[in-house]
């Protein structure tokens, strides 16, 4: 889980489908993008209670920074539909939030990151925005006209986007689709973890969560992967979540299963069996590798800072220029006070004086 930066490789799509020419013996073309023709009317500031309209929780939502919403109306022929966007303080929030409400009967959209369509609608997270398309009863509003808004939506151009950072995914063996959550506070983890202290895990001390369900073949275990600021925090807790929950203790089904790894803390709860509990904490390895990361590029635009950049280029070889000037003019300076006031010295001495002739004829 650990080994890599927390960024994910997205691939693309699969153009052409072997078996079908096979068959068919003739060219077959793959739609790449759904074809529809959505505008966007306007957007508008709404309050952050108008989340619960769209099946979300204002608390949720604060824990994930989002402060103020907007709505965006968009249309597709004579039928509109409003989209709500949430800004957040950075990309993964953002995925912290599509985390949180995707479920597990929501697909991915094939080609277009980070968005899942279901049958109460689509969810999207793109770049520090997250959005809800709504599934509007008898607006008539296809999968196919979803995904088209989605990539309309996800290929919008990102101003002034940080570094995109995200946290490395769990482990994918057994991993239950749309089970995974990327958890930054109390009121989140309690409704993603019923029936579990959720004051353990150490929100207020900088923590962040991640849980899955794993089949296990005779039912599901859920697993945390918490991650603390430093690796004190997480000897800390540790200790403290091994004393609360007994951790690798045997007691039949309600055994808990943890162990420590650097910053982080992995947790396995409702594994069955020992050997299952194990086998799920086992699959985490800690690497010490350091990665560095990538530049923030910053808000202006790249024409602009590579005029700054020739400019600063410039002024640096001025500056160059202007010491290396003033150094030959204190040179100059001190080869004439040494000239007047320590004419004996070897620096006063007169030029002529320090010049070696050879009377070779």
Not at 42 to 49: F, I, P, V, Y
Not at 57 to 63: L, Y
Not at 249 to 262: A, F, I
Not at 291 to 311: H, R, S
Request: hydrophobic share 45%; aromatic share 10%; proline share 6%.
């Amino acid at each position: 889980m650990f080994r890599s930066p927390a960024k994910r490789v997205w691939t693309g799509f699969a153009l052409i489908s072997v078996a079908t020419l096979a068959r068919a013996q003739k060219p077959t073309a793959i739609p790449l993008v759904p074809a529809a023709d959505w505008s966007v009317l306007s957007t508008s500031k709404a309050d952050l209670n108008t989340i619960r309209q769209f099946g979300g929780e204002p608390a949720v939502e604060r824990e994930y920074g989002v402060v103020s919403v907007q709505i965006r109306n968009c249309r597709l022929g004579g039928r509109t539909l409003s989209v709500l966007v949430e800004p957040s303080p950075d990309p993964s929030s953002a995925y912290g939030l599509l985390t949180f409400y995707r479920t597990e009967t929501m697909a991915p959209v094939a080609g277009l990151p980070f968005a899942f369509l279901g049958s109460d609608g689509a969810l999207l997270a793109h770049g520090r925005n997250f959005f809800r398309v709504p599934r509007v009863t008898g607006a008539g509003f296809s999968d196919n006209d979803l995904s088209a808004l989605l990539f309309i939506l996800g290929n919008s151009r990102l101003q002034g986007e940080k570094p995109l950072v995200l946290p490395a995914a769990l482990p994918q063996p057994g991993l239950v689709p749309g089970s995974e959550k990327y958890l930054l506070g109390e009121e989140a983890a309690r409704r993603a973890l019923p029936g579990f202290r959720t004051d353990l895990l150490g929100f207020s001390l900088g923590a962040e969560v991640q849980s899955g369900m794993y089949s296990t073949g005779t039912g599901r275990a859920t697993v945390l992967a918490i991650n603390y600021p430093t690796p004190q925090i997480s000897r800390a807790k540790f200790g403290e979540l091994e004393k609360t929950l007994g951790l690798n203790q045997d007691r039949g089904g309600e055994s808990t299963y943890g162990k420590r790894l650097g910053s982080f803390v992995i947790v396995v709860l409702n594994a069955g069996t020992p050997a299952i509990g194990k086998g799920l904490v086992d699959m985490f390895a800690f690497s010490g590798q350091i990665t560095q990361n990538e530049p923030y590029l910053g808000d202006k635009p790249v024409v602009v800072q590579m005029a700054e950049l020739i400019v600063a280029n410039i002024i640096f070889v001025l500056i160059l220029a202007g010491i290396a000037i003033g150094s030959g003019f204190i040179f100059y300076l001190s080869r004439e006070f040494a000239k007047k006031w320590l004419p004996k010295t070897q620096w006063g001495a007169q030029d002529e004086a320090t010049i070696i002739t050879l009377k070779l004829s």
